[in-house]
């Protein structure tokens, strides 16, 4: 159950960004997305009676955290779908795994490179030039908005790095460290759209209720679903749910906005998800006695939740898609964040996901 409704939730939340752009600005929309995704998790602070982190430090990280991981991923898929469509989009958010392993060879020392993982990021880039239609020039891609749709899930592994390097030794709750994260960029965009937007000069009930679903949803309720889930089912199984969120945002903006495309924006968005499959394998660890070998490529056993691509992992998503633990250690910034059963004090899953991944 909580699989199939978090596979949902985070799937409309590009369907439910473009139906809020019919009436709002990108930045009113991301903007009410985040009151209303932090609106969530504060009121479940309080009915938990916990608090928010007390240390400055904390608070610093968790800036920057939430502007990697919420603020700027939010704010461009939201410009983004002023130019491309919402199942695009959703495509975009699926390649955050690989900007994560790419990223991670880079800024992660331990977390060597697989032969499986390096063909897995190679496949994956070859699949979002066939969702491109390299081979015609990009004709009829607008570019710019695909840039910013990838610029978003290239915002999550980086946000995610910085988490892990930062706050892997926080004591504060999931719920305590991802309620502030969600605030503090509810305030970055707050600030951002005073000075660059005015207020909305109409106001329609279906843009106002997508906003309402993409933030209470998609980025409040998504990030304790996920949470429950990678306590049900383990992180290994809840990650999969990365894969298929863009086949939910393909047949949704199909379906709901009579989006089309080509022959090539599926048959790339599959080439794409089995990329990210490989890049999330890991050497498969055997233990006798007291020794840890590694035994072959197999897909790995360490504990995580899953990168969102999304739109939330916090539970960001696409995008995010979003989210990492800052407690957790898992092995590439690009898997799931959570331990197989979460403790009272573990960290987050970055707030979307995301993923979450971003999701979104």
Excluded at 78 to 100: D, H, K, R, V
Aim: charged fraction near 10%.
């Amino acid at each position: 159950m909580r699989f199939g409704a978090l596979s949902l939730i985070w799937g409309f939340s590009f369907l439910f960004i473009k139906l809020g752009m019919q009436t709002y600005v990108p930045l009113h929309v991301t903007l009410g997305r985040m009151v209303f995704g932090t609106a969530v998790l504060l009121v479940v602070l309080v009915f938990k009676r916990e608090r928010l982190p007390r240390f400055a430090r904390t608070w610093g990280h968790l800036t920057v955290a939430a502007f990697f991981l919420n603020a700027l991923p939010f704010s461009l898929f939201a410009y983004s779908e002023l130019t491309i469509p919402s199942t695009l989009a959703g495509i975009c958010n699926a390649t955050s795994p690989l900007w994560g392993m790419a990223l991670s060879l880079v800024a992660l020392s331990e977390d060597r490179p697989t032969r499986r993982r390096v063909a897995g990021l190679g496949l994956g880039f070859l699949g979002v030039l066939t969702v491109l239609g390299a081979w015609q020039g990009f004709a009829g891609t607008d570019l710019t908005g695909t840039a910013m749709a990838l610029g978003a899930s290239l915002s999550y592994p980086i946000g995610w790095i910085y988490v892990r390097r930062t706050l892997g030794d926080t004591e504060e709750s999931h719920l305590s460290i991802a309620g502030t994260q969600l605030l503090l960029a509810t305030l970055q965009l707050g600030v951002v759209s005073a000075f660059f937007t005015s207020l909305p000069h109409s106001f329609s009930i279906v843009s106002l209720l997508a906003v309402a679903a993409l933030g209470a949803l998609g980025t409040g309720f998504a990030f304790l679903l996920q949470y429950g889930l990678v306590a049900e089912v383990g992180p290994t199984t809840a990650q999969m749910v990365t894969y298929f969120v863009p086949v939910i945002a393909a047949a949704a903006g199909v379906l709901v906005l009579n989006e089309e495309f080509g022959w090539n924006t599926p048959v790339g968005a599959l080439i794409v998800l089995a990329g990210a499959a490989l890049t999330q394998t890991r050497p498969r660890r055997t233990v006798t006695g007291t020794d840890t070998t590694t035994n072959g490529t197999g897909t790995g056993t360490d504990s995580g939740v899953s990168a969102r691509s999304a739109p939330d992992a916090v539970a960001s998503p696409p995008a995010a898609s979003p989210p990492s633990s800052p407690s957790a250690s898992p092995s590439s910034p690009s898997s799931s964040p959570s331990p197989d059963a979460p403790s009272p004090n573990a960290a987050p899953p970055a707030a979307a996901s995301t993923n979450g991944h971003a999701p979104v």
